[in-house]
């Protein structure tokens, strides 16, 4: 018994080449019909996509009568006029395309199958395009020579709707990625808004009652120099030591401390409160100088109640001490109603120059003569008399306490009402 292996049932084939089946085939355009129809299996299956052709028809369920390999590679190789229009639909649904080329590839098909066979596939009514360096159909109303671009034309346009679709919506989602961050931040700048407002509310009201304690204590200084004597000052129960100045910046006293004691109660009161919130503030008389620009001399003689600030001088004062302006201003008008210690010696000195009217006498009878002028006075003049010089300075000094007139007006005005004396 022989052991050598018996050949298969099955040879293999030689593929079928271009030239042969132009010789089979009947006319040139059949044999472009078949070329394009074996193109389309290279290049969408490549090598083995007749095998391919008949799995992917088998599990997508294509009907055809027969369908085998013998079948299908007859037509693609032996058949005159190409294959059938039913093999080449069966063809064209098993490719892995979308809708769009599919159309595109049956227009042409159906091109290819005019062109082969005279006529258009029985029953088929869509798209025809005409094949490059072929005729025109003209038995063909839809194959005129733009379908074949109109169709690539679609086909391009649909491919580029769907990638700006596709970015649209990444530029959408990001947007909306976006917002969502820009929202959340927010919200978060607003609960910081909150968070600070109510810090901002806290230091308000912490600086109030700092305002506050100044302020009632700068009153207390002045009730304490107002009514305290110094047989009345008792001795302190301890005497703590004074801190160092190189650990305290506010020392208390030292100030108080230059105030003249014959100046009035009222201008006393005055310089005790400026004094209060001068040694609060930690600023020396030479600083206060010069950070409300008047003369150190005059800010040392404002402190010890040796001359009253002037409207301009208060201002700065009040700014840059920070007290407060109705308490200044009532003080100021206790202690002179913006007068200074010079103007006070002058009007009592003008006050004296003023020679008050004398009493009427008896009017001695000496005769009745027309121009006697003691039985027939002259007539009194329907004009008012000059105001005496003393009202028109005190007027002029509460014209500029209330701020109604400035300080060279002031100067002026009353160098003015000076020269009449």
Not at 98 to 104: A, I, L
Not at 315 to 341: E, H, I, P, R, S
Not at 389 to 398: E, F, G, K, S
Request: glycine share 6%; net charge neutral; proline share 8%.
């Amino acid at each position: 018994m022989s052991t050598a292996r018996r050949p298969s049932g099955r040879t293999t084939r030689p593929s079928v080449d271009e030239a042969t089946i132009r010789e089979r085939c009947t006319t040139p355009e059949a044999a472009d019909y078949t070329l394009y129809v074996r193109r389309l299996i290279d290049n969408y299956l490549g090598e083995g996509g007749q095998a391919q052709i008949l799995r992917i028809a088998k599990t997508r369920g294509l009907d055809f009568p027969g369908l085998n390999r013998k079948k299908l590679s007859e037509q693609l190789s032996r058949y005159t006029n190409g294959p059938t229009w039913d093999m080449v639909e069966l063809i064209i649904a098993c490719l892995p395309t979308d809708e769009s080329e599919t159309t595109g590839i049956r227009a042409l098909a159906a091109g290819w199958y005019q062109c082969a066979r005279g006529r258009l596939p029985e029953g088929y009514t869509g798209p025809v395009s005409r094949p490059e360096g072929q005729p025109e159909l003209r038995e063909v109303p839809d194959s005129s020579p733009t379908i074949p671009g109109l169709q690539r034309r679609i086909a391009h346009l649909q491919v580029r709707m769907r990638e700006d679709t596709e970015q649209y919506l990444k530029n959408l989602r990001q947007s909306e990625n976006s917002r969502l961050r820009e929202s959340r931040r927010a919200d978060e700048m607003e609960r910081l808004f909150h968070q600070a407002r109510e810090a901002l509310l806290n230091v308000r009201t912490t600086a109030a009652q700092v305002a506050t304690v100044q302020e009632e204590y700068a009153r207390q200084c002045v009730i304490l120099e107002l009514i305290a004597a110094p047989s009345l000052r008792a001795r302190p129960v301890i005497d703590l030591p004074t801190p160092p100045d190189t650990r305290r910046r506010i020392r208390f006293g030292h100030l108080v401390a230059a105030i003249n004691s014959q100046a009035p109660p009222a201008r006393r009161a005055l310089a005790r409160y400026l004094c209060a919130y001068a040694e609060l503030a930690g600023v020396s008389p030479t600083e206060l100088a010069a950070r409300t620009h008047i003369a150190a001399t005059e800010v040392m003689d404002i402190l010890a109640g040796r001359l009253l600030p002037t409207t301009t001088q208060a201002t700065n004062l009040t700014t840059v001490l920070g007290c407060v302006t109705d308490t200044l201003d009532q003080l100021t008008a206790a202690a002179g109603g913006g007068t200074t210690a010079l103007d006070e010696s002058f009007w009592r000195i003008a006050g004296a120059m003023d020679t008050p009217a004398l009493p009427p006498g008896p009017i001695e009878d000496v005769g009745t003569n027309p121009d006697n002028p003691a039985t027939h006075p002259p007539a009194i003049p329907t004009a008012p008399a000059t105001a005496a010089i003393t009202d028109r300075l005190q007027q002029l000094a509460v014209l500029l306490q209330h701020g109604q007139i400035s300080d060279d007006e002031y100067a002026h005005q009353r160098t003015r009402i000076l020269g009449e004396l």
